[in-house]
């Protein structure tokens, strides 16, 4: 704990001395933990020390590497819950549930993951085009105007690309390479401009230019119709809360509507019916869903 909590001096003084000396002393203070995650949560507060000093790092490397991509979360609160629940009724079947409940909350949170990584390697080919096409016009040339600049939010990797723009490699083929993660396929256009114009002299900027406003039409046409699937997903997560209200109500007039549940065969029988529609009907609109979003996937790869 006194090495995770950073206290050796020896590695602070090193620190401060290796630092980079453009740095100002305000920034360098600034950077202290207690200062940097003032505005953060209790939790983070009380686990940024043991990053610092190493020893989080280090318990965090002798995990198992499928351990540590499972990126476990808030999911694993199911379990508690089930617990609880489970004591409060007398009934093994709300741990079954939570049990059940993780795997799928460690699903669903993953695809939101992925669906954020995926807006931000979007938006960050935007970005890049937008960023070398300015550097293009401003008389850099097409190497040089790649490796200048910096884009937040590019997809891993992105160094293989620069270092072919910096020793002469095959710059388009670095970009295909990337284009095959989810958000930024549209590097693979740009490949395309480049290639274009080294073989034929054709203006890189303005191939770059009808490249950004492509992706950004795309990217409009996806928030519209996110926008327009909102009012079906906020219907759906309603209806599929209402049961959850139900129980709630009963339990407040006094019927024991879980004690039917649980204990009863026709209770049992009512609760697995009950579950196989909710999950019917869940099922039923992420697949409507699904639906209306194909349109706008296969407009996008004829484009």
């Not at 293989?160 to 930024?184: C, E, H, I, K, S």
Request: proline share 6%; glycine share 12%; aromatic share 4%.
């Amino acid at each position: 704990m006194w090495d995770g909590a950073g206290s050796d001096r020896r590695l602070r003084r090193g620190r401060l001395i290796l630092a980079d000396c453009a740095v100002p002393p305000a920034s360098v203070s600034a950077s202290r933990p207690s200062e940097r995650m003032g505005s953060r949560g209790g939790l983070t507060r009380l686990l940024a020390p043991l990053g610092q000093g190493g020893g989080w790092l280090r318990w965090h490397e002798r995990l198992p590497a499928p351990v540590r991509r499972w990126d476990l979360g808030g999911e694993l609160a199911c379990l508690p819950a089930g617990c609880v629940l489970a004591l409060l009724t007398h009934s093994v079947l709300p741990l079954l549930g939570a049990a059940l409940a993780a795997p799928v909350g460690w699903r669903w949170r993953r695809a939101r993951a992925v669906e954020r990584r995926r807006a931000l390697r979007s938006a960050a080919v935007i970005g890049l085009c937008a960023a070398v096409a300015g550097e293009l016009r401003a008389g850099r040339q097409p190497g040089e105007a790649l490796r200048s600049i910096e884009v937040a939010g590019l997809p891993d990797g992105w160094e293989a690309v620069t270092t072919a723009a910096r020793f002469g490699g095959d710059v388009p083929t670095a970009l295909r390479q990337l284009a095959r993660l989810p958000g930024a396929e549209g590097l693979a256009g740009v490949a395309a401009c480049w290639q274009v114009a080294v073989d034929g002299g054709a203006g890189l900027a303005d191939g770059l230019d009808r490249v950004a406003a492509a992706l950004r039409a795309e990217r409009d046409q996806r928030e519209e119709l996110r926008a327009q699937l909102a009012g079906v997903r906020s219907t759906a997560a309603m209806l599929a809360l209402l049961p959850a209200f139900g129980l709630v109500l009963g339990s407040v007039l006094g019927a024991a509507p879980l004690h039917v549940l649980l204990h009863t065969p026709a209770g049992l029988s009512c609760l697995l019916l009950g579950v196989l529609l909710e999950w019917a009907g869940l099922a039923w609109t992420a697949h409507i869903v699904r639906r209306a979003a194909e349109p706008t996937k296969r407009t996008t790869k004829q484009d």
